[in-house]
């Protein structure tokens, strides 16, 4: 066979190969890479209804206890959580013992302790449904029923990097300001039949409370980290300068990761692949706002990207802010396992598994039609973003395998 005759049919077996690759990783089952994750996506299906009311029968352990043993290096809650269910039902109706305003912050929140001891952060409903924040990405209050979605498009994805969320409708008069601390009670005022607080933070201010409906007010509660797993907090390396006419390096420097890329814990481990899967995360809930994140403290860079504060999220379904996505398209990688999550929920599946999802919310309808229309409208805008840098520059130097699943201690 001549050379030339040899090099056609060379580069035709390795062409095949890409495409074969290509497939098995793009919804195929042939590959035990991808058959894991078909198991973990199925196991993540059959898990999605919660049963409202659900309570703790089989053990003498708290709600809260359960909810502490599940925190790992590497998820929030384990890939099984049967008792899921009464947990968020125990985190919805716990009696409150003390309210306090909220921890540091530039939005409003309110720290409340529920019966046992467990601390949680409420955020109080600013905005309805169907109201469209205009402005830049990033603007507005923050959205309580974000945190609520976010949580559960976590579980979706199958991340487990999410704190526990729950929406809960609170009696004001009731069950907060019995309880409260002299600093939140100071906070307190009536608006016509309202009762409103306007708490403190950095842009907390008087003339902007949150009002419930009555004595009512709608909100979300998250599950505050076991004591024993310290944050460390860190600047996003694809954070924005929030100064009009002043770019991030980001923003104008393609090659931009390759500088990210020598500066630890970057260089080695999984964090780029963590920031890279919540830059898809943040991009398919419309968060531009990650200009820091968590992790759990003095962890060598091994430890999971926490994706706490969630609520500058669904804010505008009409808008794809492709720039969250820099970190994907900038150092065109990401996780296999990633790649397959989203590849089995196309056509529709993602917002049809968040609709079962989020059924079971004591403030359900959790998010507007339009919102969940965008859902699958980002997710095809990721999975055509992977594509080109598959293109460019093949699938084994886009798709990477990393699982890294350390023990507890």
């Keep these: ?52 009311g659900a309570r703790l029968t089989h053990t003498l352990q708290s709600p809260w206890e359960i909810a502490s043993q599940w925190v790992g290096p ?44 467990q601390k949680v952060v409420f955020k109080p409903k600013r905005y309805n449904r169907d109201y469209v924040v205009e402005g830049e990405p990033y603007a507005g209050y923050d959205r309580h029923n974000a945190e609520v979605a976010a949580f559960h498009l976590d579980r979706i994805l199958g991340f487990r990097r999410a704190p526990l969320v729950v929406g809960r409708n609170v009696n004001l008069r009731t069950e907060i ?5 002299d600093q939140l009670l100071s906070t307190f005022l009536m608006q016509g039949n309202n009762t409103c607080f306007y708490g403190k933070c950095y842009y ?31 600047r996003h390396p694809w954070g924005r300068t929030y100064r009009e006419g002043k ?55 091994a430890s999971m990207l926490i994706l706490l504060d969630n609520a500058k999220s669904f804010g505008n379904p009409a808008l794809d802010e492709r720039s969250i996505l820099a970190p994907l398209y900038q ?36 998010l507007a039609e339009p919102h969940l229309a965008a859902l699958d409208r980002r997710q095809s805008g990721v999975i055509a973003t992977v594509k080109q840098c598959m293109e460019a520059q093949g699938p084994d130097n886009t798709l990477i395998e990393d699982r890294m699943n350390l023990p507890h201690p």
């Design 177 to 181: 300001k019995p309880v409260a601390t």
């Design 331 to 366: 150092c065109c990688m990401v996780r296999v396992s990633t790649w397959n999550r989203l590849n089995l929920l196309r056509g529709g599946a993602l917002s049809a598994a968040m609709r079962q999802a989020l059924a079971f919310d004591p403030i359900d309808p959790v």
């Design 74 to 117: 590497r998820e929030v809650y384990p890939e099984e959580t049967p008792e899921l269910a009464a947990v968020l039902t125990a985190l919805s109706t716990a009696r409150i013992e003390r309210a306090d305003v909220g921890y540091k912050g530039t939005q409003l929140k309110a720290l409340l302790v529920l019966d046992g001891g």
């Design 1 to 52: 066979m001549k050379l030339k005759q040899r090099m056609v049919v060379l580069c035709a077996v390795l062409l095949l190969l890409g495409l074969a690759k290509i497939f098995l990783l793009d919804g195929g089952e042939g590959s035990a890479a991808t058959r894991r994750d078909l198991r973990a996506f199925r196991k993540m299906e059959a898990g999605l209804s919660l049963s409202r």
């Design 247 to 301: 770019l991030a390096r980001w923003e104008y420097d393609e090659s931009y990761c390759d500088a990210v890329k020598k500066m630890p814990p970057y260089d080695a481990g999984p964090r780029l692949l963590d920031v890279i899967d919540t830059a898809i995360f943040d991009y398919l809930i419309g968060n531009a706002d990650r200009h820091h994140y968590e992790s759990f403290q003095d962890d060598g860079g």
């Design 204 to 234: 907390c201010r008087e003339s902007e409370p949150a009002c419930a409906e009555g004595e009512i007010m709608e909100g979300s509660l998250t599950l505050w980290l076991p004591d024993v797993w310290p944050l460390q907090k860190h």
